[in-house]
């Protein structure tokens, strides 16, 4: 039996692609016998550190985007429902508080992706953070919750952040649901 080839996969909730990524790289690691690494980033620096634009400012991606996402979602079974107002989701309010949140407690990250891509809910105030705790049943206390805001705003996960942000750029990523390959 050969080893696990490790795979990086960097994603932020903000974007629907990684959440298709991760759904699928989720359903069939086992299958493909790969050691699946998951990388929060932050697509905004992502995207402004290697010169991208996002697919919302260029029409022609934008209508792309729209009728690929449908696609994919049903061929992949993932509920994707983009918001009622995408540029307020992905540009007004972004994702930078919600991947810091992510990076403190990485549980979260599937129930953030159908908050925004599938029920049209805020990810970005500490009141929505904690009932994305309640809806999973993560068993964390007020008390826990407070200190893991706490600690999403903390230096040490800003900085955990930036460096996976980094590392994508480093490996030549424009986007996210970028895949490093290890081994």
């Known amino acids: 039996m050969s080893s696990k080839i490790v795979i990086e996969l960097f994603y932020d909730v903000v974007s629907p692609y990684s959440w298709l990524g ?3 790289m989720c359903r069939y690691r086992n299958v493909w016998n790969i050691d699946l690494k998951l990388r929060p980033a932050f697509l905004g620096g992502i995207m402004k550190g290697a010169g991208n634009k996002p697919p919302g400012l260029v029409p022609n991606k934008f209508l792309y985007m729209t009728k690929d996402l449908n696609r994919l979602a049903q061929y992949f079974n993932v509920p994707i429902q983009p918001p009622s107002d995408p540029f307020e989701a992905m540009f007004d309010k972004g994702s930078l508080t919600a991947m810091r949140f992510v990076t403190a407690v990485e549980c979260v990250s599937r129930e953030l992706w159908r908050r925004i891509w599938s029920q049209d809910k805020d990810i970005t105030k500490p009141e929505s953070l ?54």
Do not use: M, P, W
């Open 130 to 183: 904690t009932e994305v705790n309640i809806k999973l049943h993560a068993g964390l206390s007020n008390r826990d919750i407070e200190e893991a805001l706490a600690l999403a705003t903390s230096d040490k996960i800003k900085e955990k952040l930036k460096k996976a942000t980094e590392e994508a750029l480093g490996h030549g990523g424009f986007c996210v649901q970028f895949y490093a390959l290890i081994n």
């Open 22 to 24: 991760f759904e699928v």
